[in-house]
């Protein structure tokens, strides 16, 4: 089983960027799937989820209105878009599977949001 | 939403010793509650899931306890490996929280 993000890097304050997040060993359409960033100094912070149909999609306080999260299952990939970037959206953004009553709980390696001019 | 408040933020400890972590929900999260444990550049790796379940492959020394709303996290005799930041989550309901963390370092 594997997680791999892609799509990190530096942004300007107000732009916009596109976070994947392909995954191996393990249908994410079965499953409801999340974003975790962690910013500098700080703890992680749940940003969002889509349930295993699709439909249902949460969001934190933080970023509602400004971050939308999707998959593709033909792709087998989660997707986060986010737009109207601030600085303290910089942080490392971990796609993940969490455990529930089962164990299977599975992490990508995260990658880095830099949000600056 | 669902809070989660765990103590100590902070924990100096030697090896061979037991520590506890705490953690405790706002409201009720039944036993939907999973602890991590997080070292820099790594992603968080689950060492307990549904309060009391260990994670396959994580030693025994590790163990939870708990549910409704108040749960615990014992190490029992403190390794090297062992020395990070750890990390309860509810998986009741989103937002699915985290607590602030605890991070455990060597006296």
């Known amino acids: 089983v594997q997680l791999l993000e892609s799509g990190g890097g530096l942004v300007q304050p107000g732009g916009s960027l596109r976070l994947s997040c392909a995954a191996s060993g393990f249908t994410i359409s079965s499953y409801g799937m999340n974003w975790v960033r962690q910013a500098p100094g700080k703890g992680l912070e749940w940003v969002s989820a889509i349930s295993a149909s699709g439909t249902g999609r949460s969001y934190a306080d933080s970023v509602k209105g400004r971050f939308t999260i999707s998959r593709d299952n033909s792709k087998n990939t989660l997707y986060l878009e986010m737009n109207s970037l601030r600085a303290e959206d910089t942080a490392v953004y971990y796609c993940a599977k969490f455990a529930t009553s089962a164990p299977s709980d599975y992490w990508g390696q995260g990658t880095l949001v830099t949000v600056s001019s | 939403d669902i809070q989660m408040t765990q103590s100590p933020s902070s924990l100096s400890a030697s090896v061979g010793d037991g520590v506890t972590i705490t953690c405790r929900a706002s409201?009720?999260?039944?036993?939907?509650l999973n602890w991590y444990q997080h070292k820099a550049g790594k992603a968080p790796k689950l060492l307990i899931y549904a309060a009391s379940s260990l994670q396959s492959g994580v030693p025994s020394r590790f163990s939870g306890s708990g549910s409704g709303t108040d749960f615990t996290l014992t190490i029992s005799s403190l390794q090297p490996e062992d020395f990070a930041t750890y990390y309860c989550?509810?998986?009741?309901?989103?937002?699915?929280?985290f607590g602030q963390g605890t991070k455990l370092e060597i006296k």
């Open positions: 409201q009720t999260i039944s036993s939907y």
């Open positions: 989550q509810q998986g009741y309901s989103t937002p699915y929280t």
